[in-house]
C-alpha cells in the first residue's frame, strides 16, 4: 500500500516591515523554517533546517525570527535564529519545556509559556537579566501576546478566558479577565490560537467548528487480535 505524505506550510510570523513572512513547512520531512515575500512573489526560501521539528513564533525587528523545537536532554526549547540563517542562539533552555516566546516592542523582555510548575504558565524574564522574571498567569495559562506599546500583555487562561496583565517594566500586575474565547485546549507542540492588533482592542480568535472540550471517547471491545495482525 502506498503511503500518501501531506506537505503543509503553518505558522507564519510578519516581518518587522511586512514585506516577508516566515513559516515551517514538512516538505522535506520535518518541519523546517521557510521564508518567502509576503505578497506572494518570488521563490520560498529555506532558513533554518535541522534534526528537530520547529514552530515559529515571532520576528524581532534587527534580530531575528523567534521559535521553538526539541532538544534531546533539555525538552522544547526557545531559540532565535537571524534572517539570513546563519545564526542561532537559544532564548531559554531548561530542563523544563519552553514556547510560545513573544519579544516585546522595545527589545527587553521575552514573554512565554513554559511547565515547570508541571503544567502550563506565562512567565516574562529580560532577555539581558536572566534573573529578572516573573511569573504572569496563576492556575493555568498559554500563548502569551503584547499590546504594541508593551504596556499590557494578553495570553489564554486555562479555562479558555483571554487575560490580560498590565506591565511597566518592574513586573507585572495581578491578570484580569476580558472575555471568554472557547478556544482548543493548549497541547504539543502549542501553536497559537489567536492574534490581537497593536492597540489591543481587537481580537482575532481561531475557534474550533465544535466543541473539542466535550468530544466524547468511544472505546470498541471484542476485538479479534487477528485482524490486528498479531
Known amino acids: 500500500m ?7 506550510c503553518a505558522s ?17 520531512g520535518l518541519h523546517d523554517l521557510f521564508q518567502s515575500a509576503a505578497n506572494g512573489t518570488g521563490h520560498e526560501s529555506v532558513l533554518l533546517q535541522s534534526r528537530n521539528a520547529k514552530y515559529p ?15 534531546r536532554g533539555t ?3 526557545i531559540w532565535l535564529v537571524t534572517p539570513d540563517g546563519s545564526k542561532t542562539t537559544p532564548l531559554v533552555q531548561t530542563p523544563f519545556d519552553e514556547m510560545q516566546g513573544q519579544v516585546s ?7 512565554y509559556t513554559s511547565l515547570e510548575s508541571g503544567h502550563a504558565e506565562v512567565y516574562v524574564r529580560s532577555l539581558a ?3 529578572a522574571r516573573w511569573q504572569v498567569s496563576a492556575g493555568g495559562g498559554t500563548d502569551p501576546r503584547w499590546r504594541g506599546d508593551g504596556r499590557e500583555l494578553f495570553f489564554v487562561a486555562d479555562d479558555s478566558w483571554i487575560a490580560a496583565v498590565e506591565f511597566d517594566g518592574r513586573g507585572p500586575a495581578a491578570p484580569h479577565r476580558l472575555f471568554q474565547a472557547h478556544l482548543s485546549p493548549p497541547g504539543n507542540p502549542y501553536l497559537s490560537n489567536y492574534d490581537v492588533t497593536a492597540d489591543g482592542r481587537r481580537f482575532l480568535l481561531k475557534l474550533p467548528v465544535k466543541d473539542v472540550t466535550s ?3 468511544h ?11 498479531r
Open 2 to 8: 502506498r503511503r500518501r505524505i501531506v506537505r503543509m
Open 12 to 28: 507564519p510570523v510578519w516581518s518587522p516591515d511586512g514585506q516577508r513572512i516566515v513559516f515551517r513547512s514538512n516538505r522535506t
Open 57 to 71: 513564533t515571532d520576528w524581532v525587528a534587527d534580530c531575528g525570527i523567534v521559535y521553538h523545537t526539541y532538544q
Open 75 to 77: 525538552g522544547s526549547d
Open 105 to 111: 516592542p522595545d527589545g527587553q523582555w521575552l514573554a
Open 129 to 131: 537579566n536572566a534573573t
Open 215 to 217: 468530544s466524547p471517547l
Open 219 to 229: 472505546f470498541v471491545t471484542g476485538w479479534d487480535h487477528r485482524l490486528l495482525g
